[in-house]
């Protein structure tokens, strides 16, 4: 039992392997708990790779991704490392290896046949701000723009916007041009409002040039953001 009388990560990591889908949420929920409590939990991760992240319960996903939101993702810095950042000089965090596995499962999510687990795991990268866990995912995400169901693709446009905000110059150089082609296509005004945020935050001269563009159709076509 931790020092917050949850069970003790030998015992999380034994409930994870559960076939019992809700054991294993229970014991994820104490290890997120545990977690945002100070409690490292170095072997849990590995445990809800193996057992967690491939599974199809919906609860048990969104454990899983709050579960990421609070896990470490990098290697500790080592002694060497620690006096150069000490002494003012930037030190690269190196990507933990297990993170390759977890971008795996990011990007199946990504191209899942139901749009609902697309526009999910959608919006969860809206909360990531990690440029080594959102480069590989790049191409899935722009080709959520194109997808069918317009949740996929107004969540798209938001998760689009938000590495643009972070990482633009890096991942998402043709950003601007992406969302002005989706923009002039795009029909629902879900979508169109959250890629016409973009563009005004990002690209003033493509944004009123797309206004300029498209005036007669009246503001309510951009929907009630």
């Known amino acids: ?3 917050g009388g949850l069970p003790s990560q030998e015992e999380i990591a034994k409930d994870l392997e559960s076939q019992d889908p ?3 949420k229970h014991a ?5 708990m545990a977690m945002l409590g100070g409690e490292p939990m170095p072997r849990i991760l590995m445990q809800v790779i193996r057992f967690c992240i491939n599974s199809d319960d919906k609860q048990l996903k969104k454990l899983c991704m709050l579960y990421w939101e609070v896990v470490p993702k990098y290697q500790e810095l080592t002694g060497e490392e620690m006096l150069q950042q000490a002494a ?3 030190v690269s965090r190196k990507l933990l290896p297990e993170m390759i596995l977890v971008c795996n499962a990011l990007m ?3 191209n899942h046949p139901n749009e609902y687990v697309r526009g999910s795991m959608l919006r969860f990268l809206c909360k990531v701000k990690d ?3 959102l480069g590989p995912l790049i191409p899935s995400i722009k080709s959520c723009l194109t997808h069918r169901h317009s949740y996929v693709r107004k969540s798209a446009a938001l998760c689009v916007f938000h590495i643009a ?3 633009g110059e890096h991942l998402l150089p043709d950003g601007p041009d992406l969302i002005a082609e989706f923009l002039a296509a795009e029909t629902d005004m879900a979508a169109r409002r959250n890629a016409f945020l973009m563009l005004i935050n990002e690209n003033e001269q493509f944004a009123f ?3 300029g563009q498209h005036i007669q159709e009246g503001i309510t076509q951009f929907g009630d953001g």
Not at 28 to 32: G, T, V
């Open 28 to 32: 994820l929920k104490a290890a997120i």
């Open 22 to 24: 809700n054991v294993k």
């Open 88 to 90: 003012g000089n930037p």
């Open 165 to 167: 905000k972070l990482h």
């Open 1 to 3: 039992v931790t020092a």
């Open 131 to 133: 440029e080594e866990i």
């Open 209 to 211: 040039e797309f206004l």
């Open 108 to 110: 199946n999510d990504l």
